[in-house]
């Protein structure tokens, strides 16, 4: 008899569990803004959210960073001033809630560093910046996220982190998307040329002949 009952408790709560799932699920699909900055300010409305399925966030993370990174976008200017102050608060609140669901995310933390950065929260930044560095050190793509990023934070990017965007160069000189990032900067930069310089003799001769033909196509 108890045991008949636990289970018909069970049963409901997987019910009720299910329903909100489905329901927060659905709150993703709502989002009708047909740009980054739209999409943030309706969850920083509670118009939509950004939903408990892995791909939902991840494409919220996205529209953050790519919103946060080009503050002078048409659709950033199109948002009212009070909208625009909403971008980075609610993009932090999206990467802590996608890094609470799985604290293994490095581009959560990408996000929670450029939302942090756009806050002129400096002591996050950089916490959330070596996070990303410990969680996805090996994963080229968000790399290239974090070498935006430090290119751009100059100063603020701790000393104690080089070593790590050390490695993110190494990373993607050996990648096939990420040497034609480096070769641009390479070209475009001295700092960034100098940095270069110095590793270049950590690579393989191979990686480094790929490399030097990748700067001869930039200059042209």
Same mark, same amino acid.
């Given at each position: 008899?108890?045991?008949?009952? !636990?289970? =018909?408790?069970?049963?409901?709560? !997987?019910?009720?569990? %299910?329903?909100?799932? *489905?329901?927060?699920? @659905?709150?993703?699909?709502? =989002?009708?803004?047909?740009?980054?900055?739209?999409?943030?300010? $309706? *969850?920083? $409305?509670?118009?939509?959210?950004?939903? #408990?399925?892995?791909?939902?966030?991840?494409?919220?993370?996205?529209?953050?960073?790519?919103?946060?990174?080009?503050?002078?976008?048409?659709? *950033?200017?199109?948002?009212?001033?009070? /909208?625009? %102050? #909403?971008?980075?608060? @609610?993009?932090?609140?999206? =990467?802590?809630?996608?890094?609470?669901?799985?604290? @293994?995310?490095?581009?959560?933390?990408?996000?929670?560093?450029?939302?942090?950065? &756009?806050?002129?929260?400096? $002591?996050?930044?950089?916490?959330?910046?070596?996070?990303?560095?410990?969680?996805?050190?090996?994963?080229?793509?968000?790399? $290239?996220?974090?070498?935006?990023?430090?290119?751009?934070?100059?100063?603020?990017?701790?000393?104690?982190?080089?070593?790590?965007?050390?490695?993110?160069?190494?990373?993607?000189?050996?990648?096939?998307? %990420?040497? &034609? @990032?480096?070769? !641009?900067?390479?070209?475009?930069?001295?700092?960034?040329?100098?940095?270069?310089?110095?590793?270049?003799?950590?690579? &393989?001769?191979?990686?480094?002949?790929?490399?030097?033909?990748?700067?001869?196509? /930039?200059?042209?």
């Amino acid at each position: 008899m108890f045991g008949g009952w !636990a289970m =018909a408790v069970v049963a409901v709560f !997987a019910i009720a569990l %299910g329903a909100r799932t *489905v329901i927060g699920e @659905t709150r993703v699909y709502l =989002a009708t803004g047909n740009t980054g900055a739209a999409r943030i300010v $309706e *969850v920083a $409305e509670g118009r939509a959210d950004i939903g #408990l399925a892995t791909q939902s966030q991840k494409a919220f993370l996205l529209d953050c960073g790519q919103t946060l990174t080009a503050q002078i976008s048409p659709a *950033v200017l199109a948002l009212t001033p009070e /909208q625009r %102050g #909403l971008l980075a608060p @609610t993009c932090r609140s999206i =990467a802590q809630r996608a890094i609470a669901a799985s604290p @293994t995310n490095a581009f959560a933390y990408v996000i929670q560093a450029i939302a942090a950065a &756009s806050m002129g929260d400096d $002591e996050q930044y950089n916490q959330s910046l070596q996070l990303s560095y410990l969680t996805g050190l090996n994963e080229e793509w968000i790399a $290239e996220w974090r070498l935006l990023l430090v290119q751009r934070q100059g100063d603020r990017t701790s000393a104690d982190l080089a070593n790590y965007h050390d490695d993110d160069i190494r990373l993607m000189i050996r990648s096939f998307r %990420g040497i &034609s @990032t480096i070769a !641009a900067y390479f070209v475009s930069n001295d700092a960034f040329r100098d940095r270069v310089t110095a590793l270049l003799d950590s690579l &393989s001769p191979a990686d480094q002949s790929r490399f030097l033909s990748y700067v001869r196509r /930039q200059i042209g």
